[in-house]
């Protein structure tokens, strides 16, 4: 059962709304979220929503189920990885990016003591990896990279939230979590970083924002409105960071060393615009995706990737 945790964000701190061009009145949206430092930027969105907009927050703990809650109408809008997006769209299913979310964010972190210091020294470990998840698709192809494959090592199939736990009790060698996972393990000295795994030709890419075909089909207004407010809200973001490391920690509870250390790496990459950079590295995730057998086929990209918002909002 996907366990849900439904926040308004109508609890942040109160700022000048501004006005934006083809406003729902009086209309509840519902915005699927998940439960990671990435996945912030719709706690900031109520304060940049139009009169009479409500946003309305579903938490996940993971990025198939947020996929899911989109593609069967639960959640109108939702933030997760491209790798679930990514699945989903090429088994047929009606998802479609419609902007950025979030980049980074994520982290490859051996236990304190180990002697792991690359990827090449998780041959023959315990390695925590996320089924389905972004993570999962970096961490093949740095394997790839430096000559291995997953056979050569021990996958451990582990939640996000669980692996920092499971590597303080040994229970895995290491893991490729999200953050605020491998802030938590590095600062807390239970782990070491082994590396940020944005050496491939897929860069940094992780979150993107979704809706459903029926959605953008029956009112292609309120997209366009949820997308410029997606837009104010990471602009907003990205120039206000001890802020968000604030809401991060009262929001989601997360330890505040963890969260800094996150933003002083430049871990985190608050995005909106499904611009060409985007656009060309979500396909090349997809071929690898395929290459891998992780999908049968590649994904409609015609349908899969629509920058038509993002470009509108970007020329508005």
């Given at each position: ?5 439904h ?26 979220s998940?439960?990671?430092i ?17 946003i ?9 189920d ?5 593609v069967?109408?639960s959640?109108?809008?939702?933030g997760?990885g491209?790798?679930?997006g990514?699945?989903g769209?090429?088994?047929?299913e ?14 490859v ?7 792991i ?5 998780l ?5 925590g990896?996320?089924?389905g998840?972004?993570q999962?698709?970096?961490?093949l ?24 736990a ?10 490729v979590?999200a ?13 070491t970083?082994?590396?940020y ?11 993107i924002?979704?809706?459903s075909e029926?959605l953008?089909?029956q ?7 949820m997308?410029?407010?997606?837009r104010r809200?990471?602009e ?7 802020e ?5 920690v009262?929001i989601?509870?997360a ?9 002083a ?8 615009r ?7 590295q ?28 993002s470009n509108?909002?970007a020329?508005?």
């Amino acid at each position: 059962m996907i366990r849900r945790r439904h926040l308004l964000a109508a609890a942040a701190l109160p700022i000048a709304a501004p006005h934006i061009a083809n406003a729902q009145a009086a209309r509840t949206v519902k915005m699927g979220s998940l439960r990671l430092i990435h996945s912030m930027p719709p706690h900031f969105y109520q304060r940049f929503a139009p009169p009479g907009l409500t946003i309305e927050i579903t938490t996940f703990d993971s990025p198939t189920d947020g996929k899911n809650a989109v593609v069967t109408r639960s959640v109108d809008f939702g933030g997760f990885g491209i790798a679930a997006g990514t699945l989903g769209a090429a088994a047929g299913e009606p998802v479609v990016v419609i902007g950025a979310f979030s980049n980074r964010g994520m982290g490859v972190v051996a236990k304190t003591g180990s002697g792991i210091t690359n990827i090449a020294g998780l041959r023959g470990k315990r390695v925590g990896i996320w089924p389905g998840s972004t993570q999962e698709v970096f961490i093949l192809e740095r394997l790839r990279q430096s000559g291995m494959t997953i056979r050569d090592i021990t996958s451990v199939r582990v939640p996000f939230g669980e692996m920092h736990a499971m590597l303080s009790r040994g229970d895995i060698d290491a893991y490729v979590g999200a953050e605020p996972g491998p802030g938590l393990s590095i600062t807390s000295g239970v782990g070491t970083l082994v590396e940020y795994p944005y050496g491939t030709p897929m860069g940094g890419l992780n979150m993107i924002f979704a809706t459903s075909e029926a959605l953008i089909a029956q009112d292609p207004a309120l997209v366009r409105t949820m997308l410029g407010v997606h837009r104010r809200a990471t602009e907003y973001m990205m120039a206000n960071l001890p802020e968000v490391a604030e809401a991060t920690v009262r929001i989601l509870g997360a330890p505040r060393a963890a969260v800094d250390h996150a933003f002083a790496n430049e871990n985190i990459q608050y995005a909106w615009r499904l611009d060409e950079t985007t656009l060309t590295q979500a396909r090349l995730y997809a071929q690898q995706m395929l290459e891998m057998r992780q999908i049968r086929a590649l994904p409609d990209f015609s349908k899969f990737l629509n920058p038509r918002f993002s470009n509108e909002i970007a020329t508005s």
